[in-house]
């Protein structure tokens, strides 16, 4: 039988050696996208949650723009905050997106920098300690290919890895959403008829010129 004085050691061994705190996470987000068709060479970037210093327009119900069918529009740029201490590690980072509920995809985050942390798309730097940012840039995913004619929902999560396990920001029951519209092309019937009326007048035209 186990005397008090070894249960209390027991205890107070189990107060030293039980469950750590968590020694990574994640603490801000962004989301980059350029609206125009004209190829991905210009990002606006949103944040996805509140910000001290709110230097950038929230992406949660952001309207994206209104857009023709099988025109471009690109998602650019992800950038991911996260926090380590106390032997924490982070070792890579994804962010994920889709449109409405389609499959999510998955994005590769580069290790960006330490602190200090550039709030993307502006100069001002924020963070402390061991904190980093993981970070795409340049991405070129067109996230109205397929999309059909209606209101729609581009819908972004991010994961850092750590040598903890997953740490998210968002997640896929609970993304960040922004809004955007699509409109159908003309019916290509209609676009002919058009066409014919035009060359019908053209021809009219070189007739008369003929006369
Ligand atoms: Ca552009
Ligand atoms: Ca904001």
């Given at each position: 039988?186990?005397?008090?004085t070894?249960?209390?050691?027991?205890?107070a061994?189990?107060g030293l050696l039980?469950?750590a705190?968590?020694a990574t996470?994640t603490?801000?987000?962004?989301?980059?996208?350029?609206?125009?068709?004209?190829?991905?060479?210009?990002?606006?970037?949103?944040d996805t949650?509140a910000?001290?210093?709110?230097?950038?327009?929230?992406f949660?119900?952001?309207?994206?723009?209104s857009?023709?069918?099988?025109?471009?529009?690109?998602?650019?740029?992800?950038d991911l905050?996260?926090?380590?201490n106390?032997?924490?590690?982070?070792?890579?980072?994804?962010?994920?997106w889709?449109?409405?509920?389609g499959?999510w995809?998955e994005?590769?985050?580069?290790?960006?920098s330490?602190?200090?942390l550039?709030?993307?798309?502006?100069a001002?730097?924020?963070?402390g300690?061991?904190d980093?940012?993981w970070?795409?840039?340049?991405g070129?995913?067109?996230?109205?290919?397929?999309?059909?004619?209606?209101q729609?929902?581009?819908?972004?999560?991010?994961?850092?890895?750590?040598?903890?396990?997953d740490?998210f920001?968002?997640?896929?029951?609970?993304?960040?959403?922004?809004?955007?519209?699509v409109?159908?092309?003309?019916?290509?019937?209609s676009t002919?008829?058009w066409?014919a009326?035009?060359?019908?007048?053209g021809l009219?035209a070189?007739?008369r010129?003929?006369?």
């Amino acid at each position: 039988m186990k005397s008090p004085t070894s249960l209390l050691a027991g205890l107070a061994l189990c107060g030293l050696l039980g469950p750590a705190s968590a020694a990574t996470g994640t603490w801000a987000s962004f989301v980059g996208v350029d609206a125009d068709a004209d190829g991905p060479d210009a990002t606006q970037w949103y944040d996805t949650s509140a910000w001290a210093t709110d230097l950038l327009p929230d992406f949660a119900n952001a309207n994206l723009g209104s857009f023709t069918q099988g025109s471009s529009a690109w998602l650019t740029g992800a950038d991911l905050f996260v926090w380590k201490n106390s032997g924490g590690d982070v070792t890579g980072a994804r962010a994920y997106w889709r449109v409405d509920s389609g499959a999510w995809q998955e994005l590769t985050l580069n290790w960006g920098s330490n602190v200090p942390l550039t709030i993307p798309g502006t100069a001002s730097t924020t963070g402390g300690g061991e904190d980093q940012s993981w970070r795409l840039v340049g991405g070129q995913v067109n996230f109205l290919a397929g999309a059909s004619a209606g209101q729609h929902r581009l819908q972004v999560y991010f994961k850092a890895l750590t040598n903890e396990g997953d740490r998210f920001n968002g997640s896929a029951d609970t993304p960040f959403s922004a809004g955007f519209s699509v409109s159908a092309v003309p019916e290509p019937a209609s676009t002919a008829l058009w066409l014919a009326g035009l060359v019908a007048v053209g021809l009219g035209a070189a007739r008369r010129r003929m006369r």
